[in-house]
């Protein structure tokens, strides 16, 4: 749940910004104020509106109107206390080990809010399966030379193959695509597939690599394995903003 | 002046973010979403709580509940656009030179604030006066071996001096500190201190560097220049968080 202040007094943000530390909530708060550091090294910034985070962890952030980077910050662990002094809200985070100490001084706090966070995604390097099929479904060289595509996604009586096509050789083919090492069990889909078919299609396991026991089990299937050359894909990947602007390609 | 929504629905949240943008605001926004990236390298990041921040120079972070590094970013210069797809929001950021996007898929958006920021600070490397002239009440050593404090920023007819003390002989001492290279206006301030009183005070220039001319000058009225070793003081900066706890030291 959101919890949110629009133009407190500095007595009221301050209350409000101690019971978020207390239940370790995210702060974010834009205000008029000034930043002293010293830790690492030193600095002062005088006063401007600006925003302050402090995340659940105790790591701190002060973020001007411009550039990505914050101009100071503290990691996590810091302990963190507010309170009003001579008519200024006090801000004060300090680490421990090493020390380190950042004091925001404010003015003005215009806006407020906390809340936790429910996060428990993984944060996976890599494009999304929807991004890298789109960039080979756009680039099928990087499958096989002379490799046509004619539909992704197509659902069949034993599931979905990625890819269908029509090789250089006039076959009718099924792709299945692996972004990681395959192994036998992408085998085992790409034979499902095509024995599904009534008519003869040639089977394509397409990945950046394969085991050794994969890989003997595609051979003795009849069906070929082509390797997948991320470095070069990566070069080559866009995210398509709109399902329309899509659209427009196919 | 801050405009905010609190739980807008996505068509909501469309709209204020793309007039905030066509305005180039700060855009601070909590909710659910997914994010992809492709650029520099590729990465998922699955659907979670997190916020995202649009600056007013094209700009984007995104940050999770924990660690002060945002998981992903754009710098600024990125051309950014919203709209509602599918019962989602979809906030397409996209830099041109080189190449990179991120996607941000919103199932759902809690808060989304947005203002312009007024801000004309200079962020100066080093500690503020206060704490620099805090430092070495604390450490007189820095100054002259022997020397104790006994008062700091002393109002006198002629201005204010920053330490007055004693030192090692046992004379009364004045001490005008620069955290620069002090010039002759420096010896002229300490000179003015000095003859305001009817006693006779020892004058001491504090800095880290002198002007031959002030030199000189200060060597002519009979005064002493200590050199102030910046790298040893910075090793013991800190921060007091409030007034009184600073006071318990005095």
Same mark, same amino acid.
């Given at each position: 749940?959101?919890?949110?202040?629009? !133009? /407190?007094?500095?007595?009221?943000?301050?209350?409000?910004? @101690?019971?978020?530390?207390?239940?370790? @909530?995210? +702060?974010?708060?834009?205000?008029? #104020?000034?930043?002293?550091?010293?830790?690492?090294?030193?600095?002062?910034?005088?006063?401007?509106?600006?925003?302050?985070?402090?995340?659940?962890?105790?790591? +701190?952030?002060?973020?001007?109107?411009?550039?990505?980077?914050? +101009? @100071?910050?503290?990691?996590?662990?810091?302990?963190?206390?507010?309170?009003?002094?001579?008519?200024?809200?006090?801000?004060?985070?300090? $680490?421990?080990?090493?020390?380190?100490?950042?004091?925001?001084?404010?003015?003005? +706090? !215009?806006?407020?809010?906390?809340?936790?966070?429910?996060?428990?995604?993984?944060?996976?390097?890599?494009p999304s399966e929807e991004t890298f099929y789109s960039i080979l479904f756009q680039h099928?060289?990087?499958?096989?030379?002379?490799?046509?595509l004619?539909?992704r996604q197509?659902?069949?009586?034993?599931?979905?193959?990625?890819?269908?096509?029509?090789?250089?050789?006039? @076959? !009718?083919?099924?792709?299945?695509?692996?972004?990681?090492?395959?192994?036998?069990?992408?085998?085992?889909?790409?034979? $499902? !597939?095509?024995?599904?078919?009534?008519? $003869?299609?040639?089977?394509?396991?397409?990945? /950046?690599?394969?085991?050794?026991?994969?890989?003997?089990?595609?051979?003795?299937?009849?069906?070929? #394995?082509?390797?997948?050359?991320?470095?070069?894909i990566s070069k080559l990947l866009t995210i398509e903003p709109f399902e329309e602007t899509l659209d427009k390609h196919f």
């Open positions: 749940m959101i919890q949110s202040l629009l !133009y /407190p007094s500095l007595e009221e943000a301050s209350d409000f910004i @101690n019971s978020a530390l207390r239940v370790k @909530n995210l +702060v974010v708060c834009c205000g008029l #104020f000034s930043v002293e550091y010293v830790g690492r090294s030193s600095s002062t910034l005088g006063a401007g509106e600006r925003i302050l985070i402090i995340k659940g962890d105790g790591s +701190v952030l002060v973020h001007r109107s411009k550039g990505y980077e914050p +101009v @100071n910050w503290q990691p996590s662990g810091c302990i963190i206390r507010c309170r009003v002094e001579d008519g200024k809200m006090i801000l004060f985070s300090e $680490r421990r080990r090493p020390k380190e100490f950042l004091k925001a001084v404010f003015d003005k +706090v !215009y806006i407020i809010f906390s809340t936790s966070l429910v996060d428990e995604a993984k944060f996976l390097m890599g099928p060289e990087f499958i096989e030379k002379g490799l046509r004619t539909s197509k659902p069949l009586s034993t599931g979905v193959v990625d890819f269908t096509g029509i090789d250089e050789g006039g @076959n !009718y083919v099924f792709v299945e695509v692996k972004r990681r090492t395959a192994g036998v069990d992408a085998v085992k889909q790409l034979d $499902r !597939y095509i024995k599904s078919q009534p008519t $003869r299609f040639r089977g394509i396991l397409c990945a /950046p690599s394969i085991t050794k026991q994969a890989l003997s089990l595609l051979e003795k299937k009849g069906y070929s #394995f082509r390797k997948l050359d991320l470095n070069r």
